[in-house]
């Protein structure tokens, strides 16, 4: 920049007469270099704050994003805890006898793996048909399927009839409902758990989660192995807890 200014006083004064010992040609080269190279500079400065201004703005996206992350988690591991105290009802018979348990229960003291499905009624009637082709596996693996129908009151579910009596043909409910490892839930906290659930999905995958339904498999020592959108792969469900168990 120095050199710069001193080529330029020399033109400025070779062009008023003060200095005829200038070449012009060359000094309007030399001009052009000096301060060519002060925009070079220039040009380079600005770049360099431009990417540290970008730098710091990523810096701080991902702080702001791990935070949020963060809280997800938290949340997730306060539902996990809420999970254990809620309650299932099974069926033992055929003729619809049932008994109620909560879910630490029936992980601690049955050894039962879960696979949570919620999600609109056609959604758990996909899954749940889906699941009826598996149903050995279910039974030699110690897996329970826990439909929850969120657009279905609870009470309806409960009060429906189960098909077992003489003379009905159509009111009770379809086999694929009737399975022994089909668990229902009952009692309070179940709305609560699955709003959360249904929260997080919807923000990590948009508003098909509700329409689509979620699944949560939760293996019987309380650990969720998996949270997924849409069809459910069962097969590979029921591997990854057995191999959960053997791990």
């Given amino acids: 920049m120095v050199g710069g200014l001193i080529t330029l006083s020399g033109t400025i004064a070779a062009l008023t007469g003060a200095r005829t010992d200038v070449d012009l040609n060359t000094e309007y080269v030399n001009l052009a270099i000096d301060f060519g190279a002060v925009a070079v500079f220039a040009l380079l400065a600005k770049f360099d704050l431009d990417k540290q201004a970008e730098l710091e703005e990523g810096i701080q996206e991902k702080l702001e994003k791990r935070k949020e992350q963060q809280i997800v988690v938290k949340g997730m591991r306060e539902r996990e805890k809420l999970l254990a105290t809620l309650s299932l009802s099974l069926q033992l018979t055929n003729d619809g006898k049932t008994v109620e348990a909560n879910v630490r229960e ?133 591997e990854e807890l057995n191999t959960s168990v053997n791990a």
């Fill in 106 to 238: 029936l992980q601690s003291a049955a050894k039962q793996h879960m696979i949570l499905v919620a999600g609109p009624k056609k959604a758990c009637k996909d899954a749940l048909i889906g699941a009826n082709l598996l149903k050995m596996d279910f039974a030699m693996s110690n897996v329970l399927v826990v439909p929850y129908e969120t657009d279905v009151d609870p009470t309806e579910l409960q009060s429906k009839p189960t098909g077992t009596g003489f003379g009905d043909s159509s009111g009770g409910r379809p086999m694929y409902e009737k399975q022994p490892y089909v668990a229902r839930p009952v009692g309070d906290g179940w709305d609560e758990y699955m709003a959360g659930e249904i929260s997080d999905a919807v923000a990590q995958n948009g508003e098909k989660a509700k329409t689509e339904g979620i699944v949560i498999v939760i293996a019987n020592n309380g650990k969720v192995l998996r949270r997924g959108v849409g069809k459910i792969p069962w097969r590979q469900m029921v």
